[in-house]
Protein backbone atom coordinates (compact mmCIF):
# COMPACT_ATOMS: atom_id res chain seq x y z
CA UNK A 1 0.00 0.00 0.00
CA UNK A 2 1.42 3.43 -1.28
CA UNK A 3 0.64 7.24 0.49
CA UNK A 4 -0.64 9.02 -2.52
CA UNK A 5 -1.18 12.90 -2.06
CA UNK A 6 -3.44 14.63 -3.30
CA UNK A 7 -2.72 18.09 -5.27
CA UNK A 8 -3.77 21.22 -3.96
CA UNK A 9 -6.80 23.11 -5.09
CA UNK A 10 -7.79 19.83 -7.29
CA UNK A 11 -11.55 18.38 -6.63
CA UNK A 12 -11.88 15.43 -8.83
CA UNK A 13 -8.60 14.01 -7.28
CA UNK A 14 -10.14 12.54 -4.80
CA UNK A 15 -14.00 11.86 -5.43
CA UNK A 16 -15.59 10.21 -1.95
CA UNK A 17 -14.10 12.71 0.02
CA UNK A 18 -15.47 15.81 -2.49
CA UNK A 19 -18.90 13.86 -2.56
CA UNK A 20 -19.08 13.79 1.51
CA UNK A 21 -18.37 17.00 1.60
CA UNK A 22 -20.63 18.51 -0.72
CA UNK A 23 -23.26 16.18 0.57
CA UNK A 24 -22.89 17.68 4.32
CA UNK A 25 -22.79 20.87 2.64
CA UNK A 26 -25.78 20.40 0.79
CA UNK A 27 -28.03 19.00 3.06
CA UNK A 28 -26.69 20.68 6.39
CA UNK A 29 -23.80 23.26 7.12
CA UNK A 30 -25.43 25.71 4.76
CA UNK A 31 -28.91 25.85 5.89
CA UNK A 32 -27.77 26.27 9.78
CA UNK A 33 -26.22 29.54 11.21
CA UNK A 34 -22.53 27.70 12.85
CA UNK A 35 -21.31 29.65 16.50
CA UNK A 36 -18.74 28.24 17.15
CA UNK A 37 -16.15 25.33 16.53
CA UNK A 38 -18.12 23.42 19.42
CA UNK A 39 -21.69 24.00 17.54
CA UNK A 40 -19.84 22.61 14.20
CA UNK A 41 -18.47 19.35 16.15
CA UNK A 42 -21.91 18.65 17.86
CA UNK A 43 -23.82 19.53 14.53
CA UNK A 44 -21.31 17.44 12.70
CA UNK A 45 -21.56 14.35 15.00
CA UNK A 46 -25.09 14.65 14.44
CA UNK A 47 -25.53 14.34 10.80
CA UNK A 48 -23.07 11.66 10.26
CA UNK A 49 -25.15 9.15 12.54
CA UNK A 50 -28.43 10.39 10.45
CA UNK A 51 -25.84 9.73 7.63
CA UNK A 52 -25.02 6.41 8.60
CA UNK A 53 -28.03 4.97 10.20
CA UNK A 54 -30.93 6.20 8.34
CA UNK A 55 -30.71 7.94 4.74
CA UNK A 56 -30.88 6.24 2.46
CA UNK A 57 -27.60 5.77 -0.42
CA UNK A 58 -28.27 5.02 -4.10
CA UNK A 59 -25.58 2.66 -4.27
CA UNK A 60 -27.05 0.44 -1.74
CA UNK A 61 -30.34 0.15 -2.49
CA UNK A 62 -31.92 2.59 -1.17
CA UNK A 63 -30.45 1.46 2.17
CA UNK A 64 -28.57 2.78 4.75
CA UNK A 65 -24.60 1.59 5.27
CA UNK A 66 -25.80 0.41 8.76
CA UNK A 67 -29.54 -0.31 9.07
CA UNK A 68 -31.56 -1.29 11.96
CA UNK A 69 -31.93 -5.04 12.08
CA UNK A 70 -35.79 -4.93 13.12
CA UNK A 71 -38.42 -5.71 10.90
CA UNK A 72 -41.24 -4.04 11.01
CA UNK A 73 -44.88 -5.52 9.48
CA UNK A 74 -45.53 -2.54 6.74
CA UNK A 75 -49.48 -3.11 6.31
CA UNK A 76 -49.64 -2.67 10.10
CA UNK A 77 -47.90 0.11 11.51
CA UNK A 78 -47.73 3.91 12.15
CA UNK A 79 -45.52 6.55 10.61
CA UNK A 80 -43.29 7.93 13.95
CA UNK A 81 -41.00 11.15 12.63
CA UNK A 82 -38.04 12.78 14.71
CA UNK A 83 -36.46 15.82 14.10
CA UNK A 84 -32.50 15.99 13.63
CA UNK A 85 -30.77 19.12 13.65
CA UNK A 86 -33.51 20.84 15.29
CA UNK A 87 -35.76 19.93 12.33
CA UNK A 88 -33.68 20.52 9.68
CA UNK A 89 -34.03 17.43 8.56
CA UNK A 90 -36.49 14.59 9.85
CA UNK A 91 -36.61 10.76 10.06
CA UNK A 92 -39.05 8.74 9.83
CA UNK A 93 -39.86 5.43 11.24
CA UNK A 94 -41.81 2.82 12.19
CA UNK A 95 -43.97 3.18 15.48
CA UNK A 96 -44.24 0.21 17.91
Not at 27 to 44: F, K, M, N, P, Y
Amino acid sequence: MDVLRTPPQAPRANAYAERWVGTVRRECTDRILIAGERHLASVLTEYTAHYNNHRPHRSLGQQPPNPSPQIVDLNAARVQRRPILGGLINEYTQAA
